[in-house]
């Protein structure tokens, strides 16, 4: 049940029509439902949550665009409608993403107080742990476009290049309000103290570290990276965020992996079996292992997934993940 304090917060951010602080608060209660056992209930307030967001996003859309000129071969622009609900993730993760929605959607009582919304995250992790999405769901929640930075089109073997293609993406950023992902972010913020560093990398992260000093627009940056030991150290203080992704405890494992097999009927699982058997593999990983043995059972013309297959396409998915 809701608690008195989360009671207050949902008549206080009613009564200012703060719906994203109010959606948020109600996941907060479906997932306190889930984790003691009322999965209907739980299912049911996201439900609600789902459509009136829907009903919400249906009613402010904004105009569609797509890069020109020589924005086209530096960002690719999608509209999500994932939301950060869809997503599992660490509750401390969860609340800062949160965060940034509500302090986004009330950005004009930030400023007229002189103050900023954060705008500048950087998430560091492991690969498939929802570092993307949550890039992905964090446009959605704000009814605004996905411009990821495409990489190879950024990155220019001629001196002086990047860094003036790096400043045509910062110019977007000024007169398009997205959410803008810098993807692999080790590839142009590697350690300018690198033995094998070369002068122009240093150059571009140079660049970099001088256009978000001196970027203040109401776009959010979201820059991701696997590989955090890898990045300069000077990319962290230009962050408001820096937020850690890790790898799925227990408790998330086997949320996800009941989501993922929602519609299917599991049968004779022992979760200690098969949570030991999914210890140290990504949500990504977890996901494909779920698919798999999904997939044998729609071939054999079942909706059941038994304990059985689901071992064995574990099994196979640390195989592949640990050969990588």
Known sequence: MAT?????????????????????????????EARQGHGKLATELKEFVDAAKLKSH???????????????GLLSVSYPERRLSDLILESSVSERLHQVVVEHLQQHKIRSFGLSPKRKLLLIGPPGTGKTLSASALAGEMNMPLCTVLLDGLISKYMGETSSKLRVVFEAFQKTR?????????AIGGKRSNGNDVGEIRRVLNSFLQFLEEDHNESIMVAASNHADLLDFALFRRFD???????????????????????FEIVDFEWNDIIERAQGLSYGDLSKACDDAAINAILIDSKKIKAAEMLKALKKRRSLSESQ
């Open 4 to 32: 008195s304090e989360q009671l207050k917060a949902l008549l206080k951010s009613h009564l200012d029509a703060d719906d994203a602080r109010f959606f948020t608060i109600v996941m907060q209660i479906a997932a306190q």
């Open 241 to 263: 965020e820096v937020i850690q992704y890790n790898l799925p405890d227990a408790s998330l494992i086997k949320e996800a992996m009941l989501r993922r097999l929602s519609l």
């Open 178 to 186: 997205g959410v803008y992902l810098f993807d692999e972010l080790d």
């Open 58 to 72: 249906r009613a402010s859309t904004i105009p569609l665009i797509q890069p020109r000129g020589e924005l086209a």
